[in-house]
């Protein structure tokens, strides 16, 4: 029990502090750059999303981290014992963040009461609105589709359908000019991303018909309020219907309205309570979960001195991230990639699941677009990703090559060979298929892959060790590959990239090998 004491009065502060100061700092953060003042006008999903996921890490990592130090287990991994606690703090922050975020979007939100759609321009800005009176026009709507793939795997396609109908002060309006003012209605499916796209295109259609017939009985008058649209996704597939009826750019002057038949009184339900409920649920694992871990005095001591511990795997990894030594080349590449999808988050481009369309804009391979003269997309494709999860992959599969592969060739050829394996794998992307667009690493990293498998047909492995490598790199590559026959991943690029790099890796090497004996 003395034990259990000095372990919480050494957490539960810091844990305490921190978790309510990253919970309540970023809500007046939203507040006040947000809300009070409209400083920042980023999309809602930023806030309400990825920041309850990624921003814990910070925190933790700066304060709470550190002091999991003291914790202890006799057998097995410490520092993955300390890294669950880390998860358990990650988790109760999240919670938390998550539903003080949508408490604030829904608490903060004013309701105005209009006579007429014109009125709103005569308010003050809000985020509800109910409308005395008002008609709509469903001769001039239109509507959008926004495809997009997700799951670890890209195993789902997903289908979002955005109607929009422009709001009318009353029924003997006619409509002159393009309005201002949109009903937008949306409708979602999800369907699996391994059929055939035979298949996909049929229940698209289907689902799409099944849309139709619902907006033409659509009762649009059967509402308690509106939201009106803020900076999201949503909002930003809203304009694109608008813009396929109208056959105009849509810009930030349209007001898309949005119904809402829950009674305002009950939008913000039981978040506020929930806030704390996560907390006392989370705080309750905790401190369960310390019961079993020892206790060091002697990391306590070090913690209190300020001393940094002789190994730190997070630091490791951290400097895996500058330029030097035997990753120099390595390090140059990750930081391209995480830079290119760095650019592409904060321009608009959805993190988890990016379109097509969006993927080729910034420079994915497609057949039609790059034997179209734009040749260039076998190399940007390279440095783009389609979404964080493939980002991460990438990022793994590359270092686990690295390793044998850069230090074995040197730096400038280990360029040489990521590029030309890369390229390969682009070409032999758009040869296989004639529609697909296809982004990533995989194509280059695949390259390393095949490079390190045809270099144990070389002495550049010691005899004794290449058993071991043979299969290790086998495994990977056949799990990959079998995967790959699944659907959504383009095995084309990995094979390309494979043979390519095989070969280029053996001539490299030999190259060098001739330089050495003077050749």
């Given at each position: 029990m003395e034990t259990y004491i000095l372990k919480l009065k050494h957490i539960l502060p810091t844990f305490l502090t921190v978790t309510f100061g990253t919970v309540f700092g970023l809500a007046f953060f939203r507040w006040l750059l947000c809300i009070q003042f409209s400083l920042l006008d980023i999309k809602e999903e930023i806030w309400v999303l990825w920041l309850p996921l990624i921003f814990p890490w910070i925190p933790i990592t700066l304060w709470l981290r550190q002091r999991f130090r003291v914790l202890t287990v006799k057998k097995g991994d410490t520092d993955k014992a300390r890294f669950f606690f880390q998860i358990i703090s990650w988790g109760v922050m999240t919670a938390m963040l998550f539903v003080s975020q949508a408490y604030l979007t829904t608490a903060t939100g004013k309701l105005k009461e209009l006579s007429t759609i014109s009125d709103i321009d005569k308010t003050e800005k809000a985020r509800y609105y109910k409308l005395t009176d008002f008609a709509v026009a469903p001769y001039f709507g239109g509507s959008y589709t926004d495809f997009r793939t997700s799951g670890k795997y890209n195993q789902y396609l997903n289908f979002d359908v955005y109607f929009v109908t422009p709001i009318l002060k009353d029924s003997t309006e006619i409509i002159k000019d393009i309005p201002k003012y949109w009903y937008g209605v949306k409708f979602k499916e999800?369907?699996?991303?391994?059929?055939?796209?035979?298949?996909?295109?049929?229940?698209?259609?289907?689902?799409?018909?099944?849309?139709?017939?619902?907006?033409?009985?659509?009762?649009?008058?059967?509402?308690?309020?509106?939201?009106?649209?803020?900076?999201?996704?949503?909002?930003?597939?809203?304009?694109?219907?608008?813009?396929?009826?109208?056959?105009?750019?849509?810009?930030?002057?349209?007001?898309?309205?949005?119904?809402?038949?829950?009674?305002?009184?009950?939008?913000?339900?039981?978040?506020?309570?929930?806030?704390?409920?996560?907390?006392?649920?989370?705080?309750?694992?905790?401190?369960?979960?310390?019961?079993?871990?020892?206790?060091?005095?002697?990391?306590?001591?070090?913690?209190?001195?300020?001393k940094k511990p002789k190994q730190d795997d997070l630091v490791d990894m951290l400097n895996y991230l500058i330029p030097k030594g035997d990753h120099f080349a390595t390090s140059i590449i990750l930081d391209l990639n995480i830079l290119v999808f760095l650019l592409m988050i904060f321009s608009g481009i959805h993190i988890i699941s990016p379109n097509g369309i969006e993927l080729l804009q910034w420079g994915a391979n497609r057949r039609l677009e790059t034997t179209g003269g734009e040749w260039w997309r076998l190399l940007t494709s390279m440095f783009l990703h389609g979404g964080i999860m493939h980002l991460f992959l990438n990022i793994y599969g590359l270092v686990i090559a690295a390793i044998f592969v850069e230090p074995l060739l040197g730096r400038k050829k280990y360029f040489i060979l990521y590029l030309l394996s890369g390229l390969c794998g682009s070409l032999a992307s758009i040869w296989w298929y004639p529609n697909t667009i296809s982004v990533g690493a995989s194509g280059a990293i695949f390259g390393l892959y095949g490079a390190i498998l045809g270099l144990l047909l070389t002495n550049a492995f010691p005899k004794e060790g290449k058993k071991g490598i043979f299969m290790m790199i086998g495994i990977y590559v056949g799990i990959n590959l079998l995967w790959g026959l699944t659907g959504g991943i383009d095995n084309a690029a990995h094979i390309g990239g494979l043979l390519s790099g095989a070969i280029i890796g053996i001539i490299l090497y030999k190259l060098d090998d001739g330089e050495k004996n003077g050749i």
């Open positions: 999800q369907i699996s991303n391994k059929i055939s796209n035979e298949e996909k295109e049929n229940k698209y259609q289907t689902f799409y018909n099944d849309c139709i017939e619902k907006m033409n009985k659509y009762k649009f008058h059967s509402l308690d309020h509106f939201e009106r649209k803020p900076t999201s996704d949503d909002r930003q597939n809203f304009l694109k219907a608008i813009e396929a009826r109208t056959k105009q750019t849509a810009d930030d002057n349209f007001i898309v309205l949005e119904p809402i038949k829950e009674k305002f009184e009950d939008r913000n339900g039981n978040k506020f309570a929930w806030i704390f409920g996560s907390f006392g649920i989370g705080l309750g694992v905790l401190l369960f979960s310390l019961i079993w871990p020892g206790y060091s005095e002697t990391e306590k001591k070090r913690f209190l001195s300020g």
